[in-house]
């Protein structure tokens, strides 16, 4: 800012306006809006893939597609989902809502923030511009081997691979920068008064996850870079004929891979607690206990990462310290838990569209929790490694607990962010046909994958049918609803009924003393916490 | 009210302060962020230590051990079992001659393996081996192997490679049995 003796509303005229604004912002709350934005239209575009790979798995046999299209779908899909929709959804709220709620003017690092944004459409297009080159003959096609890139397949595949790589690269580059920013910006910027332990706790939830990516996404990083010198510059990281390990691979994608799947929980993790708190008009309850088990998670989260390959083959007494290390990580999980159901107790709740998406997620995520339980109990897991009922059991942690989390929080914040509310019974009925649609989808695939159907093939065996049939169906629907959940999002951002500056009656924290929508600049003046 | 800049208002520090605060603080992780790539690549070497020192992943020694006198125990046997894999892109026939022996641990037994190159071609192949349980891989001593070099064969030669080895006294007292499994990888210079 040139000057401090203009009043700000003046200032915004300094501001370029349409692309320009867009391209150039280093706003928080502009970028927490892209990052929003990109969220939500990858979010349809990975659905989109996976309903053909449901349509596909409708009836056994092969129907629509080639095994090698099919497998390109599901790696793509997951490489979207989560780097792409679940990833910048939690970093557009951060953007949005970490500077309110600390009651900090902007984040510490704005033009590192729009970097870290505008890395992200380029990574979207790497990853998916395979599948059009193959069209016009070039290449065969996007990665193929899964979001996991396992070697030897990783590095006999086409150039489909490559992309992707760089995808990871640019993607784990915008994440490091974009934790960068909230590690610094909860540091230095933070409210007089507000010491750590006041600070939110989506605050916390998501500082947690910023340290696990500055510490995890590298070597995510590296290894993706090892494989590429493996496919083109001779090297044998991962090649055994050349003296080399694929099994080490294993372990450097799941050092990052397993604390990865906390970075996309923590900051839901986070902002529940504050909706039951709003919806129950009671404090939370726990706020120590709480960051304590999130801390224990983060530490934790880093060094279980082998039970995702028990069946690889390990000495016995690694075996055990993975097995029991997992299952110490439902402990503090537990405790959270506990926290949750404890701050609605006896409170006077109410059930807005925010309140039914968190109390449904308490309990679909818990039963993700609960089968992650049988998953690391190692005799269980020889049994069940590789089968739908690892696809179902991480479908109720993903999409129940983060994507029905994110959209607890849109349905929380949105009317913050655009000053209308939503359309309530729009909400509902988008919550009840989501939540139903997801469980038919995903209760028949724990039953398949208990009686061995193994994930990532295109074609069953046919005591599979009626249960696959079941869940194809209720995948469209599920899709469908996310339809009506675009229509709220965009008839609340065009108008609706004026939110009041704290929204909901039980609402607390600094986000709520702002007008609906905050101005430009949010605090020029900056609250004082007692 | 005096309107204020927006970090200004950020008592006690001035904006220059708390930028330099801020920079300060972003270079430290990205010096984090950089320590943690470093640690990507640092795990290839430690992997492979912890891995001979264990036998983690089923890799046996890869060079001849010159041979110190082993004392035979005789009151133990041990049963190896070898089984083979010829990986795509090498047109081999690979098997064991025997499916499996059983030795006291100490005393040195040879076993063969034929080969035999089904293609028009000169091709060159060199065979990774792997031992189950893990942890028996450090205790199988190879003597001789054919896995120590390349392996070249003509086109239609057949041959006959021998395996000298022995299985170290201080076994762990657990196991009476391992599976000894070659590859056959491809390795003809392209
Ligand atoms: C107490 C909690 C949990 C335990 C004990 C647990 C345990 C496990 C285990 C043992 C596996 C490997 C299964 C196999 O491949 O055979 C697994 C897979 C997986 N889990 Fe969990 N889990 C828990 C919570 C979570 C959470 C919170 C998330 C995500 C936010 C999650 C996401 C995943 C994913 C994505 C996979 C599959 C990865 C893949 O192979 O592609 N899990 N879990
Ligand atoms: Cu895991």
Redesign the pocket.
């Known amino acids: 800012m040139s000057t401090t003796t203009v009043a700000h509303d003046e200032v915004h005229h300094d501001h370029p306006s349409g692309i320009m604004r867009w391209l150039t912002t280093t706003n928080h709350k502009d970028i927490g809006t892209m990052y929003l934005t990109f969220s939500l239209v990858m979010f349809l575009v990975g659905g989109a893939m996976v309903l053909g790979i449901r349509a596909e798995l409708f009836q056994p046999g092969l129907q629509l597609m080639n095994p090698d299209f099919y497998n390109q779908l599901i790696g793509v899909h997951a490489l979207i989902m989560i780097f792409a929709a679940l990833m910048p959804a939690a970093t557009g709220f951060a953007n949005w809502m970490i500077p309110l709620q600390i009651g900090a003017p902007d984040m510490a690092l704005p033009r590192l923030n729009n970097w870290g944004f505008w890395l992200l459409p380029p990574s979207a297009i790497l990853l998916t511009l395979p599948f059009t080159l193959a069209l016009f003959g070039i290449g065969d096609g996007a990665i193929a081997t899964g979001w996991t890139f396992y070697p030897p397949l990783s590095v006999q595949g086409g150039i489909g691979v490559d992309f992707a790589i760089f995808a990871v690269h640019l993607l784990g580059v915008s994440s490091v920068m974009g934790s960068i920013n909230i590690i610094v910006t909860l540091f230095n910027m933070r409210a007089p008064g507000m010491t750590l332990m006041k600070m939110p706790m989506f605050a916390w939830g998501w500082l947690i996850t910023a340290f696990l990516l500055v510490a995890t996404i590298p070597v995510l990083a590296g290894a993706v870079t090892m494989l590429l010198t493996d496919r083109h510059f001779g090297t044998h990281f991962f090649d055994a004929a050349g003296g080399g390990d694929p099994i080490m691979f294993q372990h450097l994608f799941w050092f990052f891979g397993?604390p990865e799947?906390y970075i996309l929980l923590l900051p839901v993790w986070g902002f529940i607690p504050q909706i039951l708190q709003t919806f129950s008009r009671k404090p939370m309850y726990g706020y120590k206990a709480q960051v304590y088990s999130l801390w224990a998670i983060g530490a934790l989260a880093v060094v279980?990462?082998a039970?995702?390959f028990f069946t690889a083959g390990m000495p016995v007494p690694a075996l055990l310290y993975f097995m029991y290390s997992t299952m110490a990580i439902s402990l503090p999980l537990a405790v959270l838990f506990f926290c949750w159901i404890k701050t609605m107790w006896k409170g006077s709740m109410t059930f807005e569209t925010p309140m039914l998406f968190a109390v449904g997620w308490i309990i679909l995520f818990g039963i993700g929790g609960l089968t992650g339980l049988v998953l690391a109990d190692v005799a269980a897991d020889a049994q069940y490694h590789n089968s739908y009922f690892v696809v179902a059991h991480f479908h109720y942690t993903l999409f129940a607990g983060g994507i029905m989390g994110i959209m607890a929080g849109v349905y929380y914040w949105l009317p913050k962010m655009t000053g209308n509310m939503y359309d309530e019974t729009l909400g509902k009925w988008h919550f009840w046909l989501t939540a139903i649609s997801f469980n038919l989808t995903f209760i028949p695939q724990f039953f398949v994958g208990l009686a061995g159907m193994p994930r990532r093939i295109p074609d069953y065996a046919l005591q599979f049918a009626e249960f696959n049939m079941i869940s194809s169906i209720a995948a469209f629907a599920l899709g469908l609803s996310q339809l009506l959940f675009v229509y709220v999002i965009i008839k609340c951002v065009k108008g609706g009924k004026k939110a009041t500056d704290k929204v909901w009656e039980g609402a607390e924290g600094l986000e709520w003393t702002l007008p609906s929508p905050p101005p430009y600049h949010s605090f020029t003046e900056q609250p004082v916490i007692k | 009210m005096e309107p204020l800049d927006n970090t200004d208002s950020l008592k006690p520090k001035t904006k220059a302060e708390l930028e330099s605060a801020n920079a300060k603080l972003a270079k430290k992780m990205v010096w984090v962020a950089a320590g943690s790539l470093l640690f990507a690549f640092a795990l290839v070497p430690l992997y492979d230590v912890l891995c001979s020192i264990t036998g983690l992943n089923g890799k046996t020694n890869n060079e001849a051990l010159t041979l110190t006198k082993a004392k035979v125990d005789t009151s133990r046997n041990i049963t190896v079992q070898f089984t083979s894999a010829v990986m795509p892109g090498l047109g081999w026939n690979f098997y064991p001659k025997q499916a499996s022996i059983t030795l006291h641990p100490g005393k040195i037994e040879t076993v063969l393996f034929e080969a035999k190159n089904i293609t028009g071609q000169v091709v060159v192949g060199q065979a990774i081996p792997s031992v189950t349980p893990g942890i028996a891989s450090v205790y199988l001593k190879k003597v001789e192997c054919f896995c120590f070099v390349n392996q070249s064969l003509k086109p239609g030669e057949t041959k006959v490679m021998p395996l000298r080895f022995f299985i170290d006294p201080a076994l762990p007292k657990d196991v009476s049995e391992m599976t000894l499994s070659y590859s056959f990888f491809e390795a003809t210079k392209k």
Request: net charge neutral; charged share 0%; glycine share 0%.
């Open positions: 397993h799947v279980v990462w039970h995702h």
